[in-house]
């Protein structure tokens, strides 16, 4: 996935891209409203993360103009104001979704995956790995021709395990990556996942391996 | 806000006196200056006819044979008959002896002057009025004078003056009466004026501050300058404290989400359990400081509003649809399902943005406390009342606590650590008390919490 990131404040756009990046997307980041207006011309973008209050002007401008020019590329607004009818406006204009600073990366991830879901197509969302399709938009697993739905906790995952073939997540890194700590989920809880995950998995060339004391990794055969 | 008016009388009752009293003293004085008119015109009259009568009678004064003789012409008499059967009376001298007639009817003094003289008095209690004239005859023996009265009662003359009496009696209490309509009308018209210019400014919502500009008569211009004046002096205010508002929870809400990010990045990379435990008392301080502002601020939004509704059409349940849509992700992120029993459509009076803010917190709370992987129920029935509940398969309410917690800032001893400011029940809560309606704690039979505002 390709996201554009228009925010003001360095830090924080240092902080979210570098997050984002984390989670395995391409970002690029604009300063300001002539800038991602120049990302947008020459670039495909999956997703586009809009401050309001910018240097030179109202992102609610660049969102009126994005949608005049019939680009369909989806929008989450991030807003520091919290009048629900200041809400209310930006969905008004074309906003797919919005949120509130200070925000969970949990809650941001959510956000862009409904978001991404909802206008599902242009995004190249199927993985394979082995014998097994992982589409992470939509959250389907096909194993052996069966379909299966995932919930979104095996979906998130799934997603980060198969993101990082190879590599080892402790049960704390997962807990953290996963997470909003104020779920209150516990480590025990990751097992719980994981056993589901395995269950899913049953049959196909890809497993999830268990290193006592490290945590897990997913490999597959092949 | 008229309560706090203090009313010293009324413009209108005040015009409306002045000018039915002044219509009332005129009324009066109409009448009174018509009825002596009238008394004066019917007197002459009366004295015309008695005049004409005597001076007939005293045209035939001779003297023969050395003898006044006086002729009651038969004219003299019928002229002065009336519709009333007045009495007529009459009284002749030679100089101070008298010659024929009543005895009583004494002659005036000054009656030897050329011109005839009116008088009144009474017989009987009845007034009369009386003419005197007086010639003097040129006898042998030289002159002598002869003076001849003739009275007569007044029944006819006050019969007349009675009925047009009543007539300008009429006539005053009409002219008063259509004077009083008038005052009235114009009363009213002029505090209409007044009435009008007050209602437009009543009729506007609380945001709308734009001056007034219907022409008023000139009079009012300079209480409706100064009400502009007012008027965009705070327009000015609030749209500046507004901008502050925003302002300030830009500034206040860009670097904590600087903060939180980059607390979140560290916690990626630290193992450390007391380096973790900090960072993450550093994101909880951020969200609970957060949350608090937002929900400080839309609480005070809550009450601004309450006083001065915005109310419009509003189906909840088409207003649930878009609240649900937008709290999906959130939900899914603890796998959580929401689903929604509506009975459509389920309209009713009310602020949409204060209803939408109230159910945001309710689902908000709900999806808060729920566990993982539960079901999350947003019901609206019609009967009894219209009314949304909301509920969650969580712990539900402490029992003792359900009086207390939509107070202020008061928060469960079952909430964990979950953030929260205590604010979202009371904004609830005042929601529904603005719409008229009332918000119900319950815990279900199966477990979990229930909220139910009903209208």
């Given at each position: 996935m390709k996201y554009l990131l228009v925010e003001d404040n360095l830090e924080l756009a240092e902080a979210v891209s570098s997050r984002i990046r984390l989670d395995g997307h391409a970002v690029d980041h604009a300063a300001k409203i002539a800038d991602a207006t120049a990302f947008v011309d020459t670039g495909e973008y999956d997703l586009i993360l809009l401050d309001i209050m910018l240097p030179d002007g109202d992102g609610r401008t660049f969102l009126k103009q994005h949608r005049d020019r019939k680009n369909l590329t989806p929008v989450i607004v991030l807003t520091a104001r919290s009048q629900v009818s200041d809400r209310i406006g930006l969905l008004d204009l074309g906003a797919d979704d919005y949120l509130t600073k200070p925000f969970d990366h949990a809650e941001l991830q959510a956000r862009c995956r409904a978001v991404l879901r909802r206008n599902a197509g242009s995004a190249q969302s199927v993985q394979t790995i082995g014998d097994v399709e992982f589409d992470a938009v939509s959250g389907h697993l096909r194993v052996n021709g069966t379909i299966i739905d995932l919930r979104n906790r095996e979906l998130r995952l799934l997603e980060l395990l198969i993101g990082n073939k190879g590599q080892v997540f402790s049960k704390q890194k997962l807990v953290d990556r996963l997470f909003s700590y104020d779920d209150d989920v516990s480590e025990n809880a990751i097992e719980v996942y994981i056993g589901r995950l395995r269950k899913h998995l049953e049959g196909s060339e890809v497993r999830i391996v268990t290193l006592r004391g490290l945590g897990y990794r997913l490999d597959h055969d092949g | 806000m008229t309560a706090d008016v203090i009313v010293s009388g009324s413009l209108r009752n005040r015009l409306a006196f002045i000018l039915t009293g002044g219509a009332a003293l005129l009324a009066v004085i109409l009448y009174v200056a018509v009825r002596l008119l009238a008394a004066q015109v019917a007197q002459q009259g009366q004295d015309n006819i008695l005049n004409a009568s005597m001076s007939s009678v005293l045209d035939t004064a001779l003297i023969r044979d050395g003898r006044v003789t006086v002729d009651f012409p038969y004219s003299s008499l019928s002229m002065l008959n009336t519709a009333a059967d007045d009495r007529v009376f009459y009284a002749i001298y030679e100089g101070e002896n008298?010659?024929?007639?009543?005895?009583?009817l004494i002659l005036p003094r000054d009656v030897l002057s050329e011109r005839t003289h009116f008088g009144t008095t009474t017989f009987r209690g009845d007034p009369l009025r009386v003419a005197t004239g007086s010639r003097v005859l040129i006898g042998s023996d030289g002159p002598r004078t002869v003076s001849v009265s003739i009275a007569q009662t007044q029944d006819a003359l006050s019969d007349t003056l009675y009925s047009s009496s009543r007539s300008v009696a009429f006539l005053g209490l009409g002219f008063f009466l259509m004077s009083s309509a008038l005052a009235l009308w114009a009363a009213s018209t002029t505090s209409g004026q007044m009435r009008r210019l007050a209602t437009s400014v009543t009729r506007r919502g609380p945001q709308d501050l734009s001056p007034v500009t219907k022409p008023v008569p000139s009079e009012m211009a300079p209480l409706v300058g100064s009400l502009n004046t007012f008027m965009s002096r705070l327009d000015h205010t609030l749209s500046q404290s507004e901008d502050f508002i925003a302002e300030a929870a830009h500034r206040i809400r860009t670097p904590l989400a600087t903060v939180r990010s980059h607390a979140e990045a560290t916690l990626q990379r630290v193992d450390r359990t007391e380096n973790r435990k900090s960072l993450q008392a550093m994101v909880r301080a951020i969200d609970e400081s957060s949350r608090a502002a937002g929900q400080l601020l839309d609480h005070a939004m809550v009450t601004f509003r309450a006083e001065n509704l915005e109310v419009s059409e509003v189906d909840l349940a088409d207003l649930l649809d878009e609240l649900v849509l937008s709290m999906t992700p959130v939900a899914e992120m603890k796998d959580i399902t929401i689903t929604m029993t509506l009975d459509r459509p389920a309209t009713l009076q009310g602020d949409a943005i204060l209803l939408q803010n109230a159910l945001r917190n309710l689902i908000d709370n709900a999806l808060k406390y729920a566990p993982a992987e539960t079901d999350v129920i947003v019901r609206v029935s019609k009967s009894p009342s219209l009314s949304v509940s909301i509920s969650d398969g969580g712990q539900g309410f402490a029992v003792d606590e359900i009086e207390t917690l939509p107070g202020r800032f008061v928060r469960g001893k079952n909430m964990g650590n979950k953030v929260g400011s205590g604010l979202g029940l009371t904004i609830a809560q005042e929601v529904a008390i603005a719409h008229g309606g009332k918000m119900t704690l319950s815990n279900r039979k199966e477990g979990g919490a229930c909220v139910t505002l009903s209208f």
């Open positions: - | 008298l010659l024929s007639g009543y005895d009583w």
